[in-house]
């Protein structure tokens, strides 16, 4: 496959120029995230109308050309399931990529699979099969092979097809700002997700911790991030994350009582517990009011039973309305629109769940509300069919 290979500074910012005035950059990465505190960016894949690259990380000392180019200009840049690009590009200048269209999300916004892959996406719009064989690539390795290189070209030669049948897609169905829309608030997702005052919540097993042990848990993983970065290490790799929310729920900062507990016998472990027990101490100390709020708090059993039932309604509706459900919500979303209905959770009764906002609240929730007022009942249309319920008005 004819291609730049793209391995120094002035050959990039050259690259750079000659797009300037494209209609639409399609691009992907290749990275490698085991071992590192961050994933680490091993190649870039760029497509547009005229030209197809890949640009070696390892040999160019300044990216910020391509990431600025990215984040200018009137192009559409292309990706698919972008996250980890986004996050390259932030990294790099601070800026998201301009018009950022994601073919995953666009995808489930048109009837189709979400989360698709790629390749399916592919196979399914384009019938084209991608090739396989180097999806366990270390793409961290040098020289890359003729192989190697095409199987990542692969990912980006398809972009500008798919954006487009896609947008056709969304325009016939009148969805183009519902794309525009979802795509501002993932971004907004994966730019708060970075900050340390939201990532630490999503630590599994503290729902049930107090105020208190929450504080302990928000200290030792700002510790523990600060320490794995200076490393260049996964945070797990410094503290697993039940020994953090164990050290959590036992709220002291007494080493003896620290190194009893099961799994902090590691000899690097050992050598820290005078800094754990600093950043325990730490949090112990801090006025209540300073604790973040519990996430503790009984939900009323009959959201348990309407979350299923309403579930199963979720895939009619979304059947009936070309949308794929993974990307409307799952049975947490069901549930919290049921208790801000009924007003089965007074501590959220300002908050307005996601299931009631936007294009969501037009298409699906709505119609979830005349479920939950009797309005609207969920019936058996043909037991013998692939989707065999169908949503119809209740017989008064």
Known sequence: MR??????????REFCQSLVDVRVIGFDTEFVSEGNYRPELCLIQVATDEHLAVIDPFTIDDLTPFWNLLADGEHVSIAHAAREELRFCLDSVKKRPTRLFDTQIAAGLVGLEYPASFANLVQKILGTTLPKGETRTDWRRRPLSARQIDYALHDVIHLAPLHDDLSKRLQRLGRTTWLDDEMQ?????????????VQWRRVKGIANLSSRSLAVLRELWIWRDDIARSRNSPAKRVLRDDLMVELAKIQSSDEARISSIRGLERRDLQRQLPQISTVIAKALALAKSECPPSARRKSAPQLTVLGQFLNTALSSICRAANLAPG?????????????YRLNLDPQKSGEKPALAQGW??????CVIDDLLEGKTAIMIDDPLSDQPLKLAPREQ
């Open 327 to 339: 990307i409307v919500g799952g049975v947490q979303d069901l549930r919290d629109l049921a208790a």
């Open 360 to 365: 969501r609240a037009e298409i699906v929730g």
């Open 185 to 197: 608030q993932w971004q907004l997702g994966v730019e708060a997700y970075e900050t340390q005052q």
């Open 3 to 12: 291609h730049q290979h793209i391995t120094k500074d002035s050959e990039l």
